[in-house]
């Protein structure tokens, strides 16, 4: 099971198909928010619940999704 503490600031998320789909800004209960200046995010802030990671790759700096890049980003919500 992913606990929030394994995901840091600034660590990659990629989809299920390796492709960018943002970077981790902060963890908010069970959503990560994006960060908003990362062309992947469009600029703007996103959430994606915890419930699509699949695995945090600390070494790497990496959190990988269950959903592709395309289903993340068809999905995820805009924070306002």
């Known amino acids: ?3 929030p503490t394994q995901i840091r600031e600034h660590f990659e998320v990629v989809g299920s198909d390796d492709k960018h789909v943002g970077r981790v800004d902060h963890v908010v209960g069970q959503e990560i928010e994006l960060a908003k200046l ?3 995010a469009g600029f703007k802030h996103h ?3 915890l419930s699509w990671v699949d695995y945090v790759d600390e070494a ?3 959190v990988r999704l269950n ?3 395309d289903q993340a980003k068809a999905q995820w919500r805009e924070k306002h």
Request: aromatic residues 0%; without cysteine.
């Open 1 to 3: 099971m992913i606990t």
């Open 38 to 40: 990362d062309l992947g």
């Open 47 to 49: 959430m994606i619940p």
């Open 60 to 62: 790497k700096e990496k």
């Open 67 to 69: 959903l592709t890049q």
